[in-house]
């Protein structure tokens, strides 16, 4: 049975959502900053940035490792041919879809296809429309696996080879079916967001700043409209999840609008052993800005995040930098104060933790690797209320 307190305390992320949406309001300035990442006008001008950033880091590796073409010729020949080509393709791919958009014929074909043939679910579900009911019995099955009850590791002879010296039981990690399948429904569900929603209340947002500042009455009306759209944004995604005695929130946009972000699947209210899944979206179909981020081939260090290493610049920077680089937050500490606002609602006692596993699919898979490498990196980050478990890409 839901607990009413705990219900009113899941309203908390959906403020810090708004607050996240402010941020992008108060701190973008420039006006292809302020564009979603389905907007027709980003779509061209991305394109164009990734031809010209493309070569720009080509002419750069001729000019400061030019042995570089000698001793690796083939990866040097792939750079060469891909750059051109493919920043060709996807600009064109880009200036037909932004045409579509202008004129409002690629919005009014895939709503029809849409709702014709596949049930209205967006682009990535028309394959199999049905599939949320069919893996309805996997993620039942899961649940047991997700709550902590079931074990996800095991005990075997190791080495494999029975007549290997030394042979000794040896605890490994399993991969059960069921929860495999339940990651795949959520990895697909939070492609049904309506992202437009998102993108009318961060404008109310952003019109309500310009208009009456940051502090008055009036300001802070339009948050709750603006929180209301969110609500409304994700009702197709709570009422498949609601099928499987599950709920939902979306938690963080992390750098654009309208692209990937973050969602939280959890158990209800009065679970005596509550989980919580992490979900990060991948690449929307018509996302082109996003196509040019999975593509833009830049490295960037990460050790003031995760200890060292490298890692991808555009998945990076998404996850981790802030709407103005000195503010204070960014998509992971929106995704952590979430995350700590919905455990401290679903925690039935002192002495339980709440289980926390995460996934992504595509982009949303990158960001999922880099948030659950942090939280490895930092488990402090979660706090006494989460136990991390395992990722799943």
Known sequence: MDDPQANRALKAPILSHVQELYSFAKYRKTPFERLSASCPVQAVVSAILFVVYGLKSIIWDVVLSPSTYLSDPLQSLAILVFYPLGG??????????????????????????????????????????????????????????????????????????????????????????????????????????KDQLVVQAKEVVATAYEAF??????????????????????????????????????????????????????????????????????????????????????????????????????FFESLFRSPRRDYESNGYDTILRALKQVAKALKPGDKTKVQLWVTGHSLGGAYAELAYMRLLASPADLGPDLELRDCYT
């Open 213 to 314: 500042g940051g502090t008055s009455d009036a300001f802070y009306e339009q948050l709750e409209n603006a929180a209301q759209m969110l609500v409304l944004s994700k009702s197709r995604i709570a009422a498949e999840v609601a099928l499987y005695g599950l709920r939902f929130e979306g938690v963080s946009d992390l750098n654009s609008v309208a692209g990937s972000f973050a969602g939280l699947f959890f158990s209800k209210p009065g679970s005596l052993k509550p989980f919580i899944v992490l979900a990060f979206k991948g690449t929307g179909p018509t996302a082109f800005a996003e196509w040019l981020t999975d593509c833009t081939l830049d490295r960037t260090s990460v050790t003031s995040v995760l200890g060292g290493g490298g890692a991808h610049t555009g």
């Open 88 to 193: 060709t393709v996807i600009f064109l791919l880009s200036l037909v879809f932004a045409l579509g958009r202008i004129g409002g014929y690629g919005d009014s074909l895939i709503d029809y296809v849409s709702d014709r043939w596949a049930k209205g679910y967006s682009i990535v579900n028309w394959a199999n429309p049905d599939i949320f009911t069919q893996l309805a019995p996997s993620v039942d099955e899961a649940q047991p696996y997700l709550d902590g009850s079931k074990p996800t590791t095991d005990y075997q002879d190791w080495p494999l080879d029975p007549t290997a010296p030394g042979r000794e039981s040896a605890l490994v990690r399993t991969i059960p079916l069921p929860l495999v399948r339940a990651f795949l429904a959520f990895n697909a569900l939070v492609y049904e967001r």
